[in-house]
């Protein structure tokens, strides 16, 4: 691979991950307390127009670490390639657990349409409600903490052998991969991961490395294998 393919990849997947990041925010943002409360199938109904724009945010979200993970293999091959097609096909599961996630999201804005409008009763639709606010808490909890987790792992596990980047960057990816982990893992024994508390802190050093890796990869881009191979 040319110093110019590096180049242009790192700059692409440095943008993808901004997108995913300000995806990710703009969708929580819309939806905001829509998913809390009682009434709220009502909710949806009266905020449809956020929650389409949650969808097509969310979507976006996946597609963006879709073309990440695919950009990344043939950068990554070269220093492990199971690695490297491990780290491709955890981003594909994570695309998959979101957009499941997202499918809830318009099956419940179009039972609140139902409901708002009297075809579904309100009993039929709490209950069909609670399993598909469920269905998407765990699709987002495995998505979105358990396997960025394990990505950002074999990822960073990936940069700091291959000397991509500088090894500061990608160890701070590798102590922020095991806090997101263990972070999803207190979600999966019944840690609410959806206030902020301190446990939220565990989230917080990927989050930020993952911002900064971005404009490194934007700016600077990735150090050649050759070049990866001479210095530190």
């Known amino acids: 691979m040319t110093e110019s393919y590096y180049r242009k990849t790192a700059a692409i997947v440095g943008m993808l991950f901004i997108i995913a990041t300000a995806t990710s925010l703009a969708s929580g943002?819309?939806?905001?307390?829509d998913l809390n409360g009682p009434d709220?199938?009502?909710?949806?109904?009266?905020?449809?127009?956020?929650?389409?724009f949650a969808v097509i945010f969310e979507l976006a979200l996946a597609v963006s670490l879709i073309g990440i993970g695919s950009l990344m293999f043939p950068v990554l091959r070269r220093q492990a390639e199971g690695l490297a097609l491990?780290?491709?096909?955890?981003?594909?599961?994570?695309?998959?657990?979101?957009?499941?996630?997202?499918?809830?999201?318009?099956?419940?804005?179009?039972?609140?349409?139902?409901?708002?409008?009297?075809t579904l009763n309100a009993a039929d639709s709490q209950s069909m409600g609670a399993l598909l606010l469920a269905l998407r808490e765990w699709s987002f909890l495995i998505g979105t903490l358990i396997f960025l987790g394990l990505g950002a792992l074999t990822l960073n596990y990936l940069l700091y052998q291959g000397q991509l980047v500088p090894r500061w960057l990608s160890a701070w990816g590798l102590i922020g991969g095991v806090g997101i982990l263990l972070y999803g893992t207190m979600g999966l024994f019944g840690t609410d991961t959806n206030a902020f508390d301190a446990t939220s802190l565990l989230a917080a050093p990927l989050a930020v490395q993952e911002m900064v890796l971005a404009l490194w990869l934007m700016v600077k881009g990735f150090r050649t294998p050759k070049a990866a191979n001479n210095g530190a």
């Open 40 to 52: 709220y199938l009502l909710n949806f109904h009266e905020s449809e127009n956020n929650v389409i």
């Open 29 to 33: 943002v819309l939806l905001g307390n």
């Open 86 to 118: 491990g780290y491709a096909s955890i981003r594909l599961l994570e695309a998959a657990f979101i957009v499941v996630a997202t499918v809830c999201l318009l099956l419940m804005l179009t039972m609140g349409q139902g409901y708002a409008g009297g």
